[in-house]
């Protein structure tokens, strides 16, 4: 084989591996702009299911709840963590695709927010599944919180899913203080939010600090 086409050959096989990595939006994945009200409804393709709880409001402080460390198996308290903004990745369950690309897009592309940003992802996975994902995907840089016990997150904060009994697909952005600066609660389930309307809200609220 001439050296030219083990060069071209090369370079087909990096474009495939490139545009395969996981890290990477899959095409079929939509993603939505639009969101719904906690306590309201979501979709998941032609099936409606109602939130259960109480609705988060924002420019009101994050509930207290207690949800579990993947990695230390603590109870944290995200009403307690101030003095840094928050960039909360709510997906239903991290083993599924379109969570798998949304925490994917998270950590990779969110490495380019300033440092004072702290990104979590809140699912119902156990918190053993969480750090089997983290691990496997290298995504050990952002933290990860169950709510798998009794769901009291998604009930505080009205992004339980009734029948389900997951969590809503949504981005959640805290101030410094404590208040909620941005809420998105993507309107059918199977569609991934607009992480990068979030990144920007995000570095709006480091500027204002």
């Known amino acids: 084989m001439k050296k030219s086409a083990v060069v071209e050959g090369l370079i087909l096989f990096g474009c495939l591996f490139l545009a395969g990595c996981p890290g990477n939006r899959p095409a079929e994945i939509p993603m939505e702009k639009g969101s719904v009200e906690p306590g309201t409804t979501v979709t998941r393709g032609e099936k409606t299911f109602k939130l259960l709880g109480t609705p988060l409001v924002v420019g009101e402080s ?23 903004v928050l960039l909360l990745s709510i997906v239903p369950s991290i083993d599924t695709k379109v969570c798998e690309a949304q925490t994917h897009y998270l950590g990779e592309e969110g490495d380019k927010l300033p440092a004072s940003v702290k990104r979590l992802v809140i699912s119902r996975d156990t918190p053993f599944a969480q750090k089997r994902f983290a691990e496997e995907a290298g995504l050990t840089d952002i933290r990860y919180l169950s709510d798998y016990k009794e769901g009291a997150f998604g009930r505080q904060t009205g992004l339980l899913i009734d029948d389900l009994m997951l969590l809503a697909r949504a981005v959640i952005i ?3 203080e404590g208040k909620v600066r941005y809420l998105q609660v993507v309107p059918d389930i199977a569609h991934l939010p607009d992480m990068e309307a ?10 204002e600090r």
């Open 198 to 207: 979030a990144f920007a809200r995000v570095s709006e609220l480091t500027l």
């Open 174 to 176: 805290v101030d410094a």
């Open 62 to 84: 994050l509930p207290a709840t207690g949800l579990v460390d993947a990695m230390t198996l603590e109870t944290v308290d995200l009403s307690r963590l101030k003095g840094d």
